[in-house]
Antibody, heavy 120, light 106 residues
Framework: QVQLVQSGAEVKKPGSSVKVSCKASGGSLSPYTINWVRQAPGQGLEWVGRFIPLLDMANYAHKFQDRVTFVADKSTNTASMELNSLTSEDTATYYC?????????????WGQGTKLIVSS | DVQITQSPSSLSASVGDRVSITCQASQDIAKELNWYQQKSGKVPKLLISDAFNLETGVPARFSGSVSGTNFTFTITSLQTEDIATYYCQQYAHLPFTFGPGTTVHL
């Protein structure tokens, strides 16, 4: 089954943007919906949104929808999340996750996480 | 958005104890709720999907049940390796939402 490998840690200044990538290895990205989940330090899991490569369609959680964009490059099997207008509250580990079975809503496969620090 | 109320927020138990965690959804989500385990510093792991379906390789001491909008996750005999934070997550309605988590201590 596919594995998800994410890009490395980032340090960004407030007001800037970050792009986190998630590469599918061992299979094609196309059949998989890529979900993005974040976890602030010491906090719980928060669903950011999802991208469906087959439909080129995204859904976003309300609090992010004005400043997050999901894309996918099918040629490199890589999905990406771009988050704009960063604040210190965006400091978190960002995960990409997808299904391991037919259940599209159960995240059985996770990337290793990308740590983002937003600091001046 | 579907709100998930998860309780307790933390619990302390002994090896061999039966441990139960509940999640209540703010609206009907059928059985579309999953349970995850996250150990300290690790990536979340899917344990149970669709309320009660145990994922392959997950020990049988873990189980899930549902009654209406109330979901229960149970560890029948707690082991030291079960020390973790557990999250429920619904996917019946967008946006998907997670419960706030339950930390299990020894």
């Amino acid at each position: 089954q596919v594995q998800l490998v994410q890009s490395g840690a980032e340090v960004k200044k407030p007001g800037s943007s970050v792009k986190v990538s998630c590469k599918a290895s061992g299979g094609s990205l196309s059949p998989y919906t890529i979900n993005w989940v974040r976890q602030a330090p010491g906090q719980g899991l928060e669903w950011v949104g999802r991208f469906i490569p087959l439909l080129d369609m995204a859904n976003y959680a309300h609090k992010f929808q004005d400043r997050v964009t999901f894309v996918a490059d099918k040629s490199t099997n890589t999905a990406s999340m771009e988050l704009n207008s960063l604040t210190s509250e965006d400091t978190a580990t960002y995960y990409c996750a997808t299904r391991s079975s037919g259940n599209f809503g159960a995240f059985g496969i996770w990337g290793q996480g990308t740590k983002l620090i937003v600091s001046s | 958005d579907v709100q998930i109320t998860q309780s307790p927020s933390s619990l302390s138990a002994s090896v061999g104890d039966r441990v139960s965690i509940t999640c209540q959804a703010s609206q009907d989500i059928a059985k579309e709720l999953n349970w995850y385990q996250q150990k300290s510093g690790k990536v979340p792991k899917l344990l149970i999907s669709d309320a009660f379906n145990l994922e392959t390789g997950v020990p049988a001491r873990f189980s899930g049940s549902v009654s209406g909008t109330n979901f229960t996750f149970t560890i029948t005999s707690l082991q030291t390796e079960d020390i973790a934070t557990y999250y429920c997550q619904q996917y019946a309605h967008l946006p998907f939402t997670f419960g706030p988590g339950t930390t299990v201590h020894l």
